[in-house]
């Protein structure tokens, strides 16, 4: 999720960045989702990379997460607790938004208002998290998702990748979509905090919202191109790109902020859901 977002947020209350969280899977939520589409972008075999092996994957084709590949808990530097990410977000992560139905992760967002206790508050809106740390994590490689995007004003689910040291930075936002500008944001923070570099891609042309895509990244030293379809859509190069070990985070969410189109209005659908059909990550082999 946008780090640059969380970082001046942080820094005003005195912490060192942000990032996501929660606990837990759930089977249901109390109203009734949107039906998920049939198809997707999974139909025939994967498509491997030249020169490179599945690492680790997750088809989600069981009924419950697995906890050999997942946590539910946020675990990175600046969060303000293992359910909330920061005051950029105006959503606290709960078990119940991670879905698992048909083939599908459904991570939900809700306009449930929660009593949190990690951290204590009331927060008006909840949302989905689930991350690999400890449990997946590697240098370089394709990393890959085949997913859909709800659409709505303040809506802000994302695929990123963030240090398994738990540093800060870098970041690697792979997939990030902004609901309420209808803009889907990748790129990668470097340098040191709080001098924080931003290599910030916007690709147009895109239609998140109403189809299946396979959203990735391919990361080698000094290099990371970020692909739609397995066209490449922007590639940074330079001693910014990090080396080190990052696992995945996949959230749903709202933004809780003026700027960037706002939060979520009347007009925003809910309950809704960012649904992942599967991840892929591949390594040289």
Known sequence: MTVRRRATVLAAAGLMLAAAGL????????????QASETTCSAGAAQRPAGMRLAWSDEFGGDSLDRRSWSTVMDFPGRAGGH?????????AVDENVVLSGGRLRLVTDNKPVV?????????????FI???????????YWEICAKFPAGKGLWPAFWLIPQDRSWPPEIDVAEWFGSIESMHSGLASGTWPDVRWDSHRPAGLTPTTGWH???????????????????????TGAQVPDKPMYVV?????WANPDRGGPPDATTPFPNSFDVDYIRVYRTK
């Open 116 to 128: 949190g206790t990690d951290p204590a508050g009331t927060y008006q809106y909840t949302e989905g």
């Open 131 to 141: 991350s690999s740390h400890d449990k997946f994590f590697q240098a370089y490689g």
């Open 250 to 254: 996949l959230n749903s969410g709202t």
């Open 23 to 34: 606990t837990g899977t759930a089977q249901a939520v109390d109203r009734q989702l949107p």
């Open 214 to 236: 396979r959203y990735g990244v391919l990361w080698s030293p000094g290099r990371i191109t970020f692909t739609v379809d397995g066209a490449p859509t922007s590639t940074i």
């Open 84 to 92: 909330y990410h920061n005051t950029s977000y105006g959503s606290y």
